[in-house]
């Protein structure tokens, strides 16, 4: 054991316990660090050594490998801090607040708490699984809102400075739909800073109860599923999910694996579902949308 780490840590642990698509093999160790602290030693720790490892939220994008994983995986999910600092436009003098997130803090606990609070700007990801780290790697965007519409900095561990602790200042042109800084690189996102207002305790809470709703009528929690499978494209002129009902693929199926009779962009888990089955699938929705309009699906979720 480490000087000075505290959290859990477990060998040969099923990953199906930490993905919402409830799949996935043992991972070889996995760690859980208690404090955002402990989670740069263990990401300094295993790079001295050479160890891989790969860092997970609440694998609520992730589909892992039925083989499991031979590595080190790091959950942020105990990093679950949140507070909020008062800060003042010195343009019009207008106070607005900074709310602090820890990456393992989910984004419905996020909007939830502030709802409480009587503060405004997360509502439209009430009832989101994914964490603060992930929903800003991926750049979630929920009821035409995206986390960059909403993120003013970000801490996070540098892999290519020996996992000390840096900080990202939002930049406009680092964003786009579902894209962000953090993808295609090693860095470890620690917490993260959104920009939000006073608003009425009622409606913002109405709001959010409006998303939550919404998510249950259209399925989201009704099987293990890592939500939208597919990125929507601007250019194809009509929603994914329109696009593969369209092509009449609601409700086919794939060993355990469905694309949801009622949503032809969520793939469920009907409860056996293996990586294999969300894989195979995903790739003949892909070829059977391309066969029949000549466009090209781009899945969003993330094989591991």
Request: glycine share 10%.
């Amino acid at each position: 054991m480490l000087p000075g780490f505290t959290g859990t840590v477990k060998y040969d642990e099923p990953m199906n316990l930490h993905t919402t698509f409830k799949i996935g093999g043992p991972a070889a160790v996995f760690i859980e660090p208690d404090t955002a602290e402990c989670l740069q030693l263990v990401c300094q720790t295993l790079d001295k050594e050479d160890a891989p490892f790969f860092v997970i939220g609440a694998g609520s994008n992730l589909v892992v490998s039925d083989d499991g994983l031979d590595c080190f995986v790091v959950s942020t999910q105990k990093i679950s801090f949140i507070s909020e600092e008062t800060v003042t436009d010195t343009e019009n003098m207008e106070a607005s607040f900074l709310l602090h997130c820890g990456a393992g803090l989910s984004m419905d606990d996020a909007a939830k708490w502030c709802a409480d609070k009587g503060l405004s700007g997360l509502e439209a990801f009430a009832g989101l699984p994914g964490t603060a780290g992930g929903a800003l790697f991926m750049n979630a965007r929920c009821y035409g809102v995206s986390v960059s519409d909403v993120l003013v900095s970000a801490a996070y561990l540098d892999s290519a400075d020996g996992y000390r602790l840096k900080k990202y200042c939002f930049a406009d042109g680092d964003w786009d739909y579902k894209k962000s800084p953090f993808q295609d690189s090693s860095k470890v996102i620690v917490s993260a800073d959104f920009r939000v207002r006073e608003g009425n305790p009622g409606e913002i809470a109405a709001e959010c109860e409006e998303h939550i709703a919404d998510r249950d009528k259209k399925g989201h929690f009704s099987h293990p599923s890592a939500g939208s499978v597919f990125k929507n494209n601007r250019a194809f002129g009509k929603p994914s999910g329109q696009i593969i009902d369209e092509a009449g693929l609601r409700g086919v199926q794939i060993g355990g694996a469905q694309i949801a009779p009622w949503h032809g962009n969520f793939i469920i888990n009907t409860g056996s579902a293996s990586a294999e089955d969300v894989r195979q699938l995903v790739d003949y929705v892909i070829s059977v949308v391309k066969a029949k309009t000549g466009f090209v699906l781009e899945s969003e979720i993330i094989f591991v």
